[in-house]
């Protein structure tokens, strides 16, 4: 008779199971996810990567620059270089750059627009580059509302004429912005590789890492804050045409981040882009075919070309002389000669009584500090002979 009789009388021929501890490396992930939430509440640090590197400058590129500093709400000072256009302006563009490095690395993606007609304030947000600081969310875009105001007290920042340019984490930064400072003076907004929430974009990239795809959601949830979304704020900017681009194959903000933003922006004045292609805001950074024109038409499209309107002083937009003295092709701010403007030196050729842009009257005044910029190439050195090494 079995004395238990709530085991089988066989059970020796059953195999017995022994209790096994959870597995190592379950308790190791949670380790890590715990260690996480402790050290990087919002993970602030993965969306901001500034360093005070000096990359390039403006010079490098025949481009002239003003350095300029403005203060955020709390007090802390921003630092940030004004492009002025090189043809007769068109309008300002304030470029919010993306997350890592600073201005002088991010000025190769603006570079080229102010030979379309387009001055550019470049800014760096609170712990970036030269500006003061520690980055974190909220002051970024405390940041962006100070810059947007700058750029309204300009010479140039008159209505209807800005143009808010952001890019990446920048394009999330400005969409938050404009919905604080508001949509006053800007005539489009420009989203290139941008996304809509911060929390969406962080548990796409996670799930992109094989190991850790079945904790892409607590995970997300757990350690990064969707404060400030921007496609909350997006709500906010209804009426304001909007240009979004964003290439097909991004491997830094998924696709479907940068459509989900540009769906949740109110208004029928909005165009999408995509970009065919890898690579991430690089679109205008290197001469494709045709985009940059693209973009030239698109804005020109948007914003009536000025006349003048510049004056003269440190705003005054520097103006392309034509490239017919010996191909050296001066550019010079524009400045009185008599009655009339002289936007070019005479040619080392012609005499200095009657030549220039007065006819008769006296010529602008050649070689003076500061004033000459090189605008195309100049002509080459003679070669010197080899020198004879003993």
Known sequence: MNPHPSV??????????????????????????????????????????????????PGEFGLRHEEVWFESADGTRLHGWFLPALAPAKGTIVHFHGNAANITNHLLAVRWLPRAGYAVLLFDYRGYGRSEGEPDRAGAIAD?????????????????????????????VAVSALAEAGTEGVGLLI???????????????IGG??????????????LF????????????LAGLPVLAIHREEDGTVPFASGRELYEALPGPDKTFWAVPGEGHIVTFAQPEPGWRKRLVKFLDEKLSATEGGAGIGPDAPLRPAPLGDGGRGILSRARPC?????????????PRAGAGCGGSRPPCRARRPGRWRPFAARPPRPACAPRQRS
């Not at 403007?341 to 040619?347: D, E, K």
């Open 225 to 236: 804050s969707d404060g400030h979304n921007p496609e909350e704020a997006a709500l906010r």
């Open 8 to 57: 089988p009388a066989n059970s020796a021929e059953l195999p017995v199971r022994e209790s096994r501890p959870a597995p190592l490396r379950w308790v190791a992930w949670a380790g890590l996810a715990g260690l996480l939430l402790l050290l990087c509440p919002g993970c602030n640090f993965v969306f901001f990567q500034p360093n005070d590197r000096f990359y390039h400058a």
């Open 338 to 350: 008599g009655r009339r403007r002289c936007t070019r030196r005479p040619p080392r050729s012609a």
């Open 191 to 205: 989203l290139e590789g941008a996304f809509g929430s911060y929390r969406t974009v962080a548990r796409r990239k």
């Open 209 to 222: 890492f094989w190991p850790l795809w079945p904790f892409q959601y607590p995970l997300a949830w757990l």
């Open 144 to 172: 962006g509302v100070a810059a947007i105001r700058f750029a309204r007290g300009r010479p140039g920042g008159r209505a209807g004429r800005l143009i808010v340019y952001g890019q990446s984490l920048g394009g999330a």
